[in-house]
């Protein structure tokens, strides 16, 4: 399976996305609130045909208090979507955040933006855990 401890999965395949319902709502139950609500969507551009033939890889997810819904394509919806360049992100995604390498995430921030609709502030605080732990499965 893909979440055994060891496995990387390929970033946006139909198993880093299994992983990644999986680790969101582990993380949702743990440390949402009733009556928040926030929801999210992914875009990555010029994304390998294996990913998405279109070359637009997307992903997104819903949290609704201690519940979450999540799902590969894109939602319009969403109360912030990103938008960023497949081959670009994915050192990025690999890269397990701490204050250690923050002068490292700016550096490639700065050189590689990624475009952000909505308000990035609503992003709930626990959802670092999110990228971290997906992080350490991603190949």
Known sequence: MASEPGNKVGFLSEEWLEVARDVLNEIVTRHG???DYFSLC???TDAPASIA???LASWHFRINGTSVQADS???NDADVTITTDYQAILPMARLVY????ADLRKSHADKHPSRIDGDI???PPYLGELHNR???VTA
């Open 33 to 35: 609130k009733p009556g």
């Open 42 to 44: 992914e875009r990555f």
């Open 53 to 55: 033939p279109s070359g």
């Open 73 to 75: 394509g894109e939602i």
């Open 98 to 101: 701490s204050p250690d390498n």
């Open 121 to 123: 502030s609503k992003v």
């Open 134 to 136: 997906l992080a350490v």
